[in-house]
């Protein structure tokens, strides 16, 4: 079952440990297991750094719960996902499909249009099949290549899928 909420400050130990694991044992295609790049990406990935998220207004930090243990995790400002990882014991398993229509749903609350978002390689593949499409050309960040995407939310889909 996928139960998606929003974080509490007590999840933010294991939402650190989700990310900093996925990114190093799900991510290969992008950090092509160079160390150095790895600690370069998951070094803002700590508990405090993530309670500092889940308490700014500005942010909404979602999980996907299963059985209580945190699956996945995925962090919103305003019309922009800047966070969608999924613990490496949860892939396919639905998560990331779950809470990234959650996060849709809470862009499209909030009033936008569209959402957009910035994908690493491993993860392209992933939110073209679920309708997002590339906005121009890749771009470096932070030694990763990063894909802009965007997807159209403004409206519900049928059958309220998202």
């Given at each position: 079952m ?11 130990p294991?939402?650190?440990?989700v ?6 044992d ?9 160390p ?13 750094n ?6 700014d207004?500005?942010?909404a ?10 699956a ?7 019309d ?9 014991g ?7 499909k779950?809470?990234?229509?959650a996060m849709e749903?809470?862009?499209?609350s ?14 392209h593949?992933?939110?073209?099949v ?15 290549t990063?894909q ?15």
């Amino acid at each position: 079952m996928h139960k998606i909420e929003e974080a509490t400050p007590g999840d933010a130990p294991r939402i650190a440990e989700v990310l900093t694991r996925s990114i190093r044992d799900l991510c290969a295609a992008d950090h092509h297991d160079d160390p150095g790049l790895v600690t370069r990406w998951t070094a803002n990935k700590t508990r405090e750094n993530v309670l500092e998220w889940i308490m700014d207004p500005a942010l909404a930090v979602l999980v996907s719960r299963d059985d209580g243990d945190i699956a996945a995790v995925g962090m919103i400002r305003g019309d922009t996902i800047l966070l969608n990882y999924v613990a490496p014991g949860r892939r396919f398993t639905g998560h990331s499909k779950a809470l990234l229509g959650a996060m849709e749903e809470h862009i499209r609350s909030a009033g936008y249009p569209s959402g957009r978002l910035e994908s690493t390689v491993t993860a392209h593949r992933f939110y073209t099949v679920h309708g997002w499409y590339d906005i121009g050309p890749p771009t470096g960040c932070g030694g990763l290549t990063c894909q802009p995407m965007a997807k159209d939310v403004g409206e519900e889909k049928a059958h309220g899928e998202v």
